[in-house]
């Protein structure tokens, strides 16, 4: 699974700052995962194994800025935990436990047990749940796009629909849509424009 979203704190305030969770209280033995900003200001991805209530949490290496916005990341790949920010890997752990289904709602800016605390401290945009694990980068992709959006990425990814991805986000400058990469398993973010995948004499971005 992956968890990403924008987001700009406003300060610290000596509490978890949830971004979202599908979280409340250990006593209530239904916890899925969080995805928080804690008191500290490090990035926190915690999620409940199937055998509850065994769990794991990742923090970023890096504190998160205020008053700025930022793009973060929470990945769970069936091998390890893994926090990202504004597109790079900043904190990885071992999993293979799984995510515990639960019965809590999924909450945005807050955990919900029985009532509304530990809420969000500033603004959250384009929060996004991906039932399977994004790529570093898909991830990476998705920062550098900023306000051009992430569905040509995604798309491409994805196998989805044969549809015309406008804009042709590029945002390595090398003429090379972002969507094209992706799907021949490039990164998105490095400048390629003179590579020759198929060996044929022409550079991709000629072809």
């Not at 945005?108 to 605390?117: D, E, K, M």
Request: proline share 8%.
């Amino acid at each position: 699974m992956t968890v990403e979203a924008w987001i700009n704190l406003s300060s610290f305030n000596g509490d978890y700052n949830e971004i979202l969770s599908k979280f409340a209280d250990p006593a209530l033995s239904q916890n899925a995962y969080t995805f928080t900003i804690e008191p500290g200001g490090h990035l926190r991805f915690n999620v409940v194994s199937t055998s509850y209530p065994a769990n794991q949490q990742v923090l970023s290496s890096t504190t998160i800025p205020i008053n700025q916005w930022v793009h973060v990341a929470g990945v769970d790949d069936g091998t390890a935990l893994k926090v990202y920010v504004n597109g790079q890997l900043s904190g990885s752990v071992p999993w293979n436990g799984g995510i515990f289904p639960g019965t809590q709602p999924v909450t945005i800016g807050c955990t919900f047990p029985g009532f509304p605390r530990s809420f969000f401290n500033g603004q959250i945009d384009e929060v996004s749940l991906y039932k399977r694990a994004l790529s570093d980068c898909e991830i990476a992709a998705i920062y550098n796009s900023g306000t051009n959006g992430k569905v040509p990425i995604l798309l491409a990814a994805t196998n989805g629909p044969n549809i015309d991805p406008f804009p042709y986000v590029d945002v390595d400058r090398d003429g090379i849509p972002d969507f094209w990469e992706i799907s021949l398993h490039e990164n998105p973010t490095n400048f390629s424009p003179n590579m020759d995948r198929d060996g044929d004499g022409y550079t991709d971005l000629e072809e």
